[in-house]
Nanobody, 124 residues
Framework: QLQLVESGGGLVQPGGSLRLSCAASGLILDRYVIGWFRQAPGKEREAVLY????????NYADSVKGRFTISRDNAKNTVYLQMNSLKPEDTAVYYC?????????????????WGQGTQVTVSS
C-alpha cells in the first residue's frame, strides 16, 4: 500500500524550531519530486518547499526562505522539513506529497500521493 505519513507537528513558541518527518511506504522517495504544503484555517493549501529528485530544494513560499529546508534520508525512505525561527503565521496543517512527473510539471494538482497532515501551531 502506497502511503506517506507525517509526524513531528505540535505547539511551539515563536522563534522556536520543529522538524517534521514524512515516512513513505510502498514508494521510493528519491524517485519522486517531494513537496511540503500547508493549509491554514480559511486559506487555500499552498506550496512551501519542493525537493527535486537530485536533492535540490526549491522554495515556493517567499515567507519561509532562509528558515525552512528539506532533507532526505534515503536509507530510512523519509523526508524532513526543518523549520526554524517559526512565526505565528506559520501555523497550519502541513502535508507532504510526492509527484511522479518531471519537476517542471509538479504543481499542487499533479502531486499523486499525499499524507494525512500534521498540525503545527506557533503561539506563545
Amino acid at each position: 500500500q502506497l502511503q506517506l505519513v507525517e509526524s513531528g507537528g505540535g505547539l511551539v513558541q515563536p522563534g522556536g524550531s520543529l522538524r517534521l518527518s514524512c515516512a513513505a511506504s510502498g514508494l521510493i522517495l528519491d524517485r519522486y519530486v517531494i513537496g511540503w504544503f500547508r493549509q491554514a484555517p480559511g486559506k487555500e493549501r499552498e506550496a512551501v518547499l519542493y525537493m527535486n529528485r537530485n536533492g535540490m530544494n526549491t522554495n515556493y513560499a517567499d515567507s519561509v526562505k532562509g528558515r525552512f529546508t528539506i532533507s532526505r534520508d534515503n536509507a530510512k525512505n523519509t523526508v524532513y522539513l526543518q523549520m526554524n525561527s517559526l512565526k505565528p503565521e506559520d501555523t497550519a496543517v502541513y502535508y507532504c506529497a510526492a509527484c511522479s512527473l518531471p519537476f517542471s510539471l509538479c504543481n499542487l494538482p499533479n502531486f499523486n500521493y499525499w499524507g494525512q497532515g500534521t498540525q503545527v501551531t506557533v503561539s506563545s
